[in-house]
């Protein structure tokens, strides 16, 4: 993957999202995103990919237990759905482009770890535990990409 290149949005608007929340981990994430998505389009009587936006939210990180808290969704609001505020604020986000066409999950794990371990630490910003996938009409088209966003705040000096 080439260089990614992070950005901060200053000024993003609160966005109420409807979906369905799981708990997850590290390990688990990647089938996690497919069984929660499929529960997820059969709730909203969809098919898989006819969503957009569609949201990956992961929050509340324990770094010790590598826990956190997934939710998936989008803005169909429907009555089994939960609700999720992503809140507003500051966010880091970078662009990401799948490996090869197809392969989103290197892509992306890529993406944050490049974030966490690159970007952040050389910045004037703190995470704040949250960050989402942005899928939106460019994700399924022929040169697909996706937003990840980081809620971030500016350190203290």
């Known amino acids: 993957m080439g260089k990614q290149r992070f950005t901060v ?30 529960k997820y389009y059969k709730a909203v009587d969809k098919r898989n990919g006819e969503v957009i936006p569609f949201f ?4 509340d990180y324990n770094e010790n237990t590598r826990d956190f808290l997934l939710f998936i969704g989008g803005l169909i609001e429907n009555g089994n759905l939960e609700t ?14 799948p490996k090869m066409g197809f392969a989103w999950g290197l892509s992306i794990g890529e993406a ?10 050389k910045s004037k910003y703190s995470p704040l535990g949250m960050e989402y996938e942005y899928h939106t009409d460019i994700s399924i088209g022929k040169n697909p990409q996706i937003d990840i966003l980081f809620a ?5 000096e």
Request: aromatic content about 10%; proline content about 3%.
């Open 112 to 121: 944050k770890r490049r974030f966490y371990t690159d970007w952040l630490p």
């Open 9 to 38: 949005i200053e000024n993003i608007e609160d966005k109420c999202v409807f979906g369905i929340y799981q708990k997850s981990n590290d390990k688990t994430q990647a089938k996690d995103i497919h069984a929660i998505s499929k």
């Open 84 to 97: 999720l505020v992503i809140p507003k604020g500051i966010y880091g986000r970078v662009i990401v482009k």
């Open 56 to 59: 990956v939210v992961s929050k």
């Open 152 to 156: 971030i705040k500016k350190r203290s």
